[in-house]
């Protein structure tokens, strides 16, 4: 069964995440089929950048989200329009909704959180 989960990076006390799509059964940080996205919590706000083309495709394909990865697809407004995307809605159109929220979302990514 694959997930979607975070695959830790960064170095000590300083961590940083990619999301990808793991076998089930793979370490934490072990072997992946493929990264959709990146998320940084240190910075103010947090990033999170996400291929959501990517992960709908891993979702339809019966890929079950981690904890996490669920609640960064809500916190995001991805979770929705993928929910969208399921009932018919066109891929082009939540695309370029995604683009827009993401650029609104992501600030600045250099700033940091005291």
């Known amino acids: 069964m694959v997930r979607l989960r975070l695959r830790r990076v ?9 999301i990808v799509a793991a076998d089930k059964e793979s370490p934490r940080d ?16 947090v990033t999170i950048q996400m291929k959501e083309d990517r ?20 916190q995001s407004g991805a979770w929705e329009r993928y929910q969208r995307f399921k009932a018919g809605e066109s891929l082009e ?11 609104a979302r992501n600030i600045n990514p250099k700033t940091r959180r005291d």
């Open 55 to 74: 992960v709908y495709h891993w979702l339809s394909n019966g890929a079950q989200p981690s904890e996490a990865v669920e609640r960064l697809l809500k």
């Open 30 to 45: 072990g072997r992946f089929l493929e990264i959709v996205g990146f998320y940084n919590p240190r910075t103010e706000p």
């Open 93 to 103: 159109t939540l695309m370029e909704e995604a683009a827009a929220a993401a650029a």
């Open 10 to 18: 960064g170095a000590k006390k300083q961590p940083s995440y990619r």
